[in-house]
């Protein structure tokens, strides 16, 4: 296993625009992250999966962002009518233990 | 998650040890101390956590004061890899979603 992957590592989309990021954990690992990190500070808990349910949400996740583990493998990220102020780093993370936390090297959206 | 205040930045010079402190003064006593790192473009990355007594692995050492309230991260030789920002986090055991409430982190500057 080669560790969290996200895909992409960077995107660009302008104001208005729906976009869809994807985080692969390792396979082993029954709980997945969202985090957001905006420049200067640490990284914001977005959401919480174990296996395919989604157990926590931040509040910080407005009603355009939506995200979905099916089948409790890999995890979308979805961010509808995107702007300015998403514009941010988003950080996946996969556990299981919680001493085996694993980050991806992440999502960097900037919205234009 | 109880809070966590570290310096904003400091500074080390490279093959020289590195002490990175950390207050937590509201610490209850089923917080886990964990510490992590960010290389600049990438995610956290785990370095160490401890309970109650020092911790030693192949990435660092972990100093936990007897009443717990503090913890100092030693690198013991700095080397200019070790430039990140360094994050003190407290997790609770009890807790049973891991998620992680990170601060702004302590800056580390390696000087060659």
């Known amino acids: 296993d080669t560790g969290v992957s996200q895909d992409p590592r960077h995107k660009i989309t302008k104001r208005g625009q729906n976009v869809t990021f994807r985080c692969d954990p390792i396979?082993?690992?029954?709980?997945l992250y969202w985090y957001r990190q905006t420049l200067g500070q640490g990284p914001e808990f977005l959401t919480y999966f174990q296996n395919e349910a989604q157990l926590e949400k931040s509040r910080l996740l407005s009603d355009r962002f939506s995200a979905e583990r099916p089948k409790g493998s890999f995890s979308t990220l979805e961010i509808q009518r995107t702007e300015q102020g998403d514009s941010a780093m988003y950080l996946c993370?996969?556990?299981?233990?919680?001493?085996?936390?694993?980050f991806g090297s992440g999502t960097r959206l900037t919205v234009v | 998650d109880a809070k966590t205040t570290q310096p904003n930045s400091m500074e080390s010079n490279e093959e020289e040890p590195v002490h990175l402190p950390c207050n937590h003064s509201t610490i209850s006593g089923t917080d886990y101390i964990h510490w992590y790192r960010q290389l600049p473009s990438q995610g956290p990355e785990y370095v160490i956590h401890?309970?109650?007594s020092n911790v030693n692995n192949r990435m660092a050492s972990l100093a936990i004061a007897e009443d717990r309230k503090s913890s100092t991260l030693i690198l013991h030789r700095a080397t200019l890899r070790d430039a990140a920002v360094y994050y003190c986090i407290l997790r609770d055991s009890g807790g049973s979603n891991y998620k992680l409430t990170f601060g702004k982190g302590t800056l580390l500057t390696v000087n060659p």
């Open positions: 396979s082993e690992h029954n709980r």
């Open positions: 401890g309970l109650t």
């Open positions: 993370a996969s556990s299981t233990t919680g001493f085996d936390y694993t």
